[in-house]
């Protein structure tokens, strides 16, 4: 039997489909044959399907790494409910949680093994790695194995060490953005037997990119929200601001709601589905919102503030026209950022003494004594950390991420664990049981309302219980708890919190050495990235290529950006010249204008605006005080 004869019947099967989407059978193909792959595809091109056919293809359990415990639930749950057995070790799950997960893929034929990069170095699992027959490694967010990316966490280093116990186990690693310095070191950090790089152009024919420049961002959001019709995604870098933005929306008559990672999962999910289904069509969000989005007629992305990277930057605009219509990445811009983001980079690379004192606090903090710690787990609260010090959140969490970048420990930012059930009686022994009326009634609603409650812990919604009985969340929670006191079952409650892992143990801080690769040399990086995205907002050529030239791609121009159709727009003749010209010293007869300002005020291209000014400055007709703009006396 061909390839081709075995995983076209699974994607039909499992998924309803026929076809596959362009570079999917090529990646699905290459791993079957036993090759180690690098898979480059854009975010939402379906990198899921490419390790789960071909895991379903052959015998044996998938195990995949992924540092994203909500894709993680999310993927195990989808799995499941298309029959499909898949379990996951993620931080936060109890050892108890962990061992059943563990027993199910030695022994229950479980197709998938979902696990954070962090717990595959641990004791219990390598001795149980040695039990279980594994078909195939799978490294999502690959680019977090390199130093040179933009995302390095050091956890990921302990997966090369996977290829000595399964030595014969091909590797799939995914990304949707690298560049060539990353992608080849990506392969040489795990051990690729040959290089291997499969991947799509980065070009997106169908996006226009389009920067916007002035102070005034929210005039700039609602001109863009009024000519551009069609869902769209608002990208912001502060959880105040996505409330913030999505409120003065509301009030101006777009429907909109906002989206970070400090929201109940309910509260996500329900904006997510309220957005996905048309119903609401502005999401205000941090970058916490992209994991898992699959819609495809999003019109356009706007970023009202600068991200810190180009990869970061194509994949948040990435999420714009995945049906190949006509979409826009629109970024924008003020001067003032220049010096944001700047600022960003003192901000994320703070004094070292003060991240050894960090270090020092957090080890207090938690009880950790000098000698202790190694490979435990502590939950972290940031918030009462940062009041019991009185220092300042956004340094402490890049001391935070610094220290973890160094090894001495790993700091896991805020984990949303939904509340899980596993039975502990059989079904039999229920019939026995002498339960109260109400608890009664949350039990049968329980065993209705979801499946595989005997086989493994199974994640719920106390919400479903409450509005199908008609009873209150407290009763819910009290029988819950009643019913785990009882043995019956054993019930997790959910709950949100940050956590701080101890891969060594606890040392004196004067022994710790910030590596340069840790620190200079990352901030070096980080600040090549942010002068690359302070280039692209005031880039004249094409933007579509000068983000494609930092992939270490070679492209034509794109023909629908901004600056590809100012360069088509009708010249600037004598007579438009005169136009602007008159236009410009109409508006300033009233008093002076900042030049971005005066670009929206006017409806021609801002590039032969910026012309008219510039050329009547030189004839002292005008002059311009920083960016404001006057007639001259």
């Known amino acids: 039997m061909t390839i081709q004869e075995r995983i076209y019947p699974i994607l039909e099967r499992y998924w309803g489909y026929t076809e596959f989407r362009p570079l999917q059978e090529e990646i699905i193909t290459s791993v079957l044959e036993g090759h180690d792959t690098l898979g480059l595809m854009a975010t939402g091109g379906g990198k899921s399907l490419t390790f789960q056919i071909p895991a379903l293809a052959s015998d044996g359990t998938c195990l995949v790494i992924t540092p994203l415990i909500a894709l993680m639930k999310d993927q195990v749950d989808n799995l499941r409910s298309r029959g499909i057995k898949a379990a996951m070790i993620a931080t936060g799950m109890s050892r108890r949680e962990r061992n059943i997960a563990l027993e199910n893929c030695i022994n229950g034929g479980y197709k998938f093994l979902y696990i954070s990069p962090e717990r595959i170095a641990t ?73 291997r790089m499969l991947q799509k152009s980065f070009a997106r024919p169908n996006l226009s990119y389009v920067v916007r420049t002035g102070e005034n961002k929210q005039q700039q959001l609602f001109h863009i929200l009024e000519r551009v019709p069609g869902s769209a995604i608002v990208y912001v870098r502060s959880r105040k601001h996505t409330k913030e933005i999505a409120t003065d929306l509301s009030r101006a008559g777009f429907s909109a709601t906002y989206y970070h990672a400090g929201l109940a999962s309910e509260e996500k999910n329900e904006r997510q589905q309220l957005w996905s289904s048309g119903k609401i069509r502005v999401m205000v969000a941090t970058n916490a919102f992209g994991m898992g989005i699959d819609k495809p007629d999003v019109r356009v992305v706007i970023h009202a503030d600068v991200p810190n990277s180009p990869e970061e930057y194509y994949q948040e605009a990435g999420r714009a026209g995945r049906d190949g219509k006509r979409s826009y990445a629109v970024l924008l811009y003020a001067n003032s950022d220049k010096i944001t983001l700047k600022r960003r980079i003192a901000e994320s690379f703070p004094p070292k003494d003060f991240i050894l004192q960090v270090y020092d606090r957090v080890c207090n903090f938690l009880n950790v004594a000098v000698g202790d710690g190694a490979e435990r787990l502590y939950e972290f609260s940031l918030n009462n950390f940062c009041q019991t ?136 990086r980080m600040a090549r990235r942010i002068e690359y995205m302070i280039d692209y907002a005031n880039a004249r050529s094409c933007r579509s290529a000068v983000l494609l030239r930092y992939f270490d791609e070679k492209a034509n121009d794109c023909d629908c950006c901004d600056n590809c159709i100012a360069r088509r727009a009708t010249p600037l003749t004598d007579e438009r010249f005169a136009q602007i010209t008159y236009a410009v010293k109409s508006l300033l007869a009233n008093g002076s204008i900042a030049l971005p300002r005066l670009t929206e005020m006017l409806s021609y291209p801002q590039e032969q605006i910026v012309e008219v000014v510039r050329t009547l400055c030189d004839e002292k007709i005008l002059q311009m005080d920083g960016i404001t703009v006057s007639l001259c006396e």
């Not at 279980?132 to 390095?152: K, R």
């Not at 009686?425 to 499946?451: G, P």
Request: some cysteine; hydrophobic content about 40%.
């Open 389 to 524: 010090f009185n220092i300042q959140p956004f340094r402490t969490v890049s001391a935070l991420q610094i220290l973890t970048q160094t090894g001495v420990l790993e700091f896991i930012e805020e984990t949303d664990s939904l509340s899980r059930i596993m039975m502990l009686m059989h079904r039999d022994e229920l019939y026995n049981l002498s339960l109260d009326d109400s608890t009664d009634k949350v039990l049968q609603c329980l065993l209705r309302s979801y499946t595989g409650l005997f086989a493994d812990y199974v994640t719920i919604h106390e919400e479903v219980l409450q509005n199908r009985l008609g009873i209150s969340a407290q009763s819910v929670y009290e029988a819950l708890l009643l019913l785990s006191r009882m043995h019956v079952l054993h019930y997790i409650p959910r709950k949100r919190t940050p956590y701080i892992y101890y891969p060594i143990r606890r040392v004196e801080s004067h022994y710790i050495v910030i590596p340069r690769s840790v620190y200079e040399e990352r901030k070096e």
């Open 123 to 195: 004791e219990m699992f390598i001795n149980r790695l040695r039990e279980m027959n594994i078909s195939l490694i799978v490294v999502d967010e690959a680019h977090c194995i390199s130093q040179w990316g933009y995302d390095f966490r050091p956890s990921y280093l302990h997966i090369a060490s996977l290829r000595t116990h399964l030595p014969l186990v091909p590797v799939l690693a995914l990304t949707a953005s690298a560049t060539r310095a990353v992608a080849q070191d990506i392969q040489k950090q795990l051990k690729f037997k040959d290089e």
